[in-house]
């Protein structure tokens, strides 16, 4: 008996052994497994092509350059992106109207009447807040014209006029164009200019820019009986910006404005004529209290490129497929 647990103790002696190792060889065989840089054997096969796979190649290819000769084509040929967003304006925001591109004129009958004996055209930088509040600006007869039509003998401005803050803030800088009667001794008595004035038109016309393109926008308000014209021209400041398109060009920012509303009303003609600034026609330019933002910028060469290669692994995946 004693014999026999000897050789069985023995066995079970070696049998842990063995399961020692066999768990050591393990062990090493994972931590092989993190190889990295290990080599993958590849095996050479006998490729197989068949008619129908070469007459799919020519056709992937064609499509290819086809569609890469339209994406060059639209590359250089169509207008860049236009992507905008408005944007409250603060007090230091500023717009210039430079001269000749603003101008007022009274019309008696339809047609232009300038004569200082009944009124007098006057414009001033107004800023608001300040002290003194108006500043005379210098105007002469001119023509404004866009491509379409023109305007002639208008009066426009010599001067360039600073439109800053927004609508209704309490530092503004606004134009006031204001239509004044006569009071010298030369002057028509107050019954025939305002029998004249019954027959006239005021007319404002401006130049606006809006993607290289200049129009003209003219403004008219038709004298009532016994009423003065008092308009708030609103002008929509816009920001574009132009990304350059190559690498040795240089972006470009502009700001222009826009003809966005104006708002009129009808005041007494005898409190308006006889106040303490009086006039018998006046309107304001000024900025809406929001702009926009525009960028134009054309797609870039890596988005071409990279519209290439999606072109090409949709046809892999879809003809390969196939």
Same mark, same amino acid.
């Given at each position: 008996?004693?014999?026999?647990?000897?050789?069985?103790?023995?066995?079970?002696?070696?049998?842990?052994?063995?399961?020692g190792?066999? =768990?050591?060889?393990?062990?090493?065989?994972?931590?092989?497994?993190?190889?990295?840089?290990?080599?993958?054997?590849?095996?050479?096969?006998?490729?197989y092509?068949?008619?129908?796979?070469?007459?799919?190649?020519?056709? &992937?290819?064609?499509?290819?350059?086809?569609? @890469?000769?339209?994406?060059?084509?639209?590359?250089?040929?169509?207008?860049?992106?236009?992507?905008?967003?408005?944007?409250?304006?603060?007090?230091?925001?500023?717009?210039?109207?430079?001269? =000749?591109?603003?101008?007022?004129?009274?019309?008696?009958?339809?047609?232009?009447?300038?004569?200082?004996?009944?009124f007098?055209?006057?414009?001033?930088q107004?800023?608001?807040?300040?002290?003194?509040?108006?500043?005379?600006?210098?105007?002469?007869?001119?023509t404004? &014209?866009?491509?379409?039509t023109?305007?002639?003998?208008?009066?426009?401005?010599?001067?360039?006029?600073?439109?800053?803050?927004?609508?209704?803030?309490?530092?503004?800088?606004?134009?006031?164009?204001?239509?004044?009667p006569?009071?010298?001794?030369?002057?028509?008595?107050?019954?025939?200019?305002?029998?004249?004035?019954?027959?006239?038109?005021?007319?404002?016309?401006?130049?606006?820019?809006?993607?290289?393109?200049?129009?003209l926008?003219a403004?008219? %308000?038709?004298?009532?009986?016994g009423?003065?014209?008092? &308009?708030? @021209?609103?002008?929509?400041?816009?920001?574009?910006?132009?990304?350059?398109? %190559?690498?040795?060009?240089?972006?470009?920012?502009?700001?222009v404005?826009?003809?966005?509303?104006?708002?009129?009303?009808?005041?007494?003609?005898?409190?308006?004529s006889?106040?303490?600034?009086?006039?018998?026609?006046?309107? =304001?330019?000024?900025?809406?209290?929001?702009?926009?933002?525009?960028?134009?910028?054309?797609?870039?060469?890596?988005?071409?490129?990279?519209? %290439?290669?999606?072109?090409?692994?949709?046809?892999?995946?879809?003809?390969?497929?196939?």
């Amino acid at each position: 008996m004693a014999g026999r647990l000897s050789v069985s103790s023995s066995e079970s002696q070696h049998a842990s052994q063995d399961v020692g190792e066999e =768990n050591g060889t393990s062990r090493i065989s994972e931590l092989w497994r993190l190889d990295r840089f290990g080599y993958t054997p590849s095996y050479a096969f006998e490729v197989y092509k068949s008619r129908v796979g070469a007459a799919l190649t020519l056709v &992937s290819l064609t499509l290819l350059v086809v569609y @890469i000769v339209i994406t060059t084509r639209d590359y250089v040929v169509l207008p860049p992106l236009h992507a905008s967003r408005r944007t409250a304006l603060g007090s230091e925001d500023t717009i210039t109207i430079a001269p =000749n591109a603003l101008g007022v004129q009274l019309l008696l009958d339809g047609q232009p009447f300038q004569n200082d004996s009944f009124f007098t055209v006057m414009f001033e930088q107004m800023t608001r807040g300040e002290t003194p509040p108006a500043t005379t600006l210098t105007s002469h007869v001119c023509t404004l &014209s866009d491509e379409r039509t023109s305007v002639d003998n208008i009066l426009c401005l010599s001067e360039r006029v600073r439109l800053t803050g927004s609508l209704g803030a309490e530092r503004q800088g606004y134009l006031r164009c204001r239509v004044v009667p006569c009071t010298g001794s030369t002057c028509v008595d107050q019954t025939e200019w305002e029998e004249t004035l019954l027959r006239s038109t005021l007319r404002l016309v401006m130049l606006e820019t809006d993607s290289d393109v200049t129009r003209l926008v003219a403004l008219d %308000w038709r004298y009532v009986q016994g009423m003065a014209v008092f &308009s708030d @021209i609103v002008l929509q400041y816009m920001f574009v910006e132009k990304v350059a398109r %190559w690498a040795w060009d240089e972006d470009e920012t502009t700001t222009v404005h826009l003809f966005k509303e104006r708002i009129t009303s009808l005041p007494d003609l005898g409190v308006a004529s006889s106040a303490g600034d009086p006039f018998v026609g006046q309107v =304001n330019v000024m900025l809406d209290s929001e702009g926009i933002v525009t960028t134009e910028e054309h797609i870039s060469l890596l988005d071409l490129f990279a519209s %290439w290669g999606a072109q090409y692994a949709f046809q892999l995946f879809t003809i390969g497929f196939l």
